[in-house]
T-cell receptor
Framework: GQQLNQSPQSMFIQEGEDVSMNCTSS?????WLWYKQDPGEGPVLLIA?????ELTSNGRLTAQFGITRKDSFLNISASIPSDVGIYFC??????????FGAGTILRVKS | DVKVTQSSRYLVKRTGEKVFLECVQD?????MFWYRQDPGLGLRLIYF???????EKGDIPEGYSVSREKKERFSLILESASTNQTSMYLC??????????????????FGAGTRLSVL
């Protein structure tokens, strides 16, 4: 399947800093999802986006579905140690299959 | 809450062994999926199933097979394990396919994963 380009690959930030990561695709899609995987666990859904331009917040997390429907970003404000993990973007294909980006590894220095 | 349970967190097997990874979900979901996760490659789809006894190949099915005899259970089988199948395996389930207006449809819920080492 077509790949998603997710960046950055990893981040090592200071506690309290804001974080931004993004995901791009060469094709248009209707649904973007952002998942987080805690160490030793399976991914858990953070935010789902269904409309171009949609901006959605979940606590300190904010995600947007790009106007072109080819990209999405996720921001985390005022990071804390429990934000550590791997963040994945995913697009939904026909039949509810998901295609995932390679992930952004987030490490937080306290 | 949706619960997806994978039978083992860690497995160590020898090359050539037949390996079964089991996954059970308790939400009556139609769809179930098996992924493998490798550093820098994200999650890659091995096989999925829309219904009992139905299966579809994902992006990397070679060396794997699956079984779905009951709606709640989806098994991944490595007929003859090889060292390049050492990986983290994740199972997921989701609700009905169909209308995009049903926003909850298609959201996948994951198990905790099975870390398989093939020696």
């Amino acid at each position: 399947g077509q790949q998603l380009n997710q960046s950055p690959q990893s981040m090592f930030i200071q506690e309290g800093e804001d974080v931004s990561m993004n995901c791009t695709s060469s094709s248009i899609f209707n649904t973007w999802l952002w998942y987080k995987q805690d160490p030793g666990e399976g991914p858990v859904l953070l935010i789902a986006l269904y409309k171009a331009g949609e901006l959605t917040s979940n606590g300190r997390l904010t995600a947007q579905f790009g106007i072109t429907r080819k990209d999405s970003f996720l921001n985390i404000s005022a990071s804390i140690p429990s934000d550590v993990g791997i963040y994945f973007c995913a697009r939904m294909e026909y039949g509810n299959k998901l295609v995932f980006g390679a992930g952004t590894i987030l490490r937080v220095k306290s | 809450d949706v619960k997806v349970t994978q039978s083992s967190r860690y497995l160590v097997k020898r090359t050539g062994e037949k390996v079964f990874l089991e996954c059970v979900q308790d939400m009556d979901h139609e769809n179930m999926f098996w992924y493998r996760q490798d550093p820098g490659l994200g999650l890659r789809l091995i096989y999925f199933s829309y219904d009992v006894k139905m299966k579809e190949k994902g992006d990397i099915p070679e060396g794997y097979s699956v079984s779905r005899e009951k709606k709640e259970r989806f098994s991944l089988i490595l007929e003859s394990a090889s060292t390049n199948q050492t990986s983290m395996y994740l199972c997921a389930s989701s609700g009905p396919t169909g209308s995009w207006a049903k926003k909850a449809a298609g959201i996948q819920y994951f198990g905790a994963g099975t870390r398989l080492s093939v020696l």
